[in-house]
């Protein structure tokens, strides 16, 4: 067949952009984890020149208004007067985990999801977009986005929370963990839609059983 009767692959562009992704956080993870071997930067909260910082919700801080606004800070906490980003000057490893908890389940959620966009790609190149394969796909990925979404920003929240808690001297409830966490309105509206779209192809597919087996 020539280029020119060749039905491109309507996911061509997001699959390239998926792989794209995956392609740059393995060179990320392989960069990342040899400049902190010798020492060059951190990478996963670990190697030098590491400093895990909060920037706190006004409602949980302690305020005492002498220039520095937060008052209750460990020893080893800095913070900018006038600002509400602490940081920790020498982390412990408890600390460097807490703050790798802070990223990394983002970090996770999105390499899975160019996986599974890849995985989608090329189903729709080698048996078209219609079919019940891809409207599977199509709702897999939009419940492992919608659910993903919610479980990584929770885990997220409580490790901010709980490394906001190692730099003070009182301690925080831990329904404040959703000071650290904003609610996922795109993620939710984009699982939506995909769903939507899932639904689409796969009444698609049935119907054109339908009309095939009428004829």
């Known amino acids: 067949m020539s280029d ?6 309507p996911m061509f562009p997001l699959h390239t952009a998926a792989k794209v992704v995956l392609g740059a956080a393995f060179a990320l993870v392989v960069d990342g984890g040899l400049m902190a071997a010798f020492g060059v930067t951190s990478f996963l909260g670990f190697g030098s020149h590491f400093f895990p910082c909060v920037k706190a919700p006004w409602g949980i801080t302690h305020v005492n208004g002498l220039g520095n606004p937060l008052s209750g800070l460990r020893a080893g906490i800095s913070t900018a007067p006038g600002t509400f980003q602490v940081c ?16 990394v389940p983002s970090e996770l959620l999105y390499v899975g999801l160019a996986v599974l966009v890849v995985q989608l790609a090329r189903t729709t190149a080698g048996q078209g977009a219609f079919t019940l394969r891809t409207a599977g796909q199509l709702r897999r990925l939009a419940w492992v986005l919608l659910i993903g979404e919610f479980v990584a920003g929770g885990v997220q929240a409580a490790a901010t929370l709980g490394l906001f808690d190692s730099m003070t001297t009182y301690r925080t409830s831990p329904i404040a963990a959703v000071e650290f966490w904003p609610f996922p309105w795109l993620a939710l ?8 779209f899932a639904r689409i192809v796969r009444l698609g597919v049935i119907l054109r059983e339908e009309n095939e087996a009428t004829i």
Do not use: E, M
């Open 4 to 9: 020119a009767g060749r039905v491109r692959n």
């Open 189 to 196: 509206f984009v699982s939506l839609g995909l769903l939507t």
């Open 88 to 103: 920790v000057n020498q982390p412990g490893i408890t600390q460097r985990l807490l703050s790798d908890l802070t990223t």
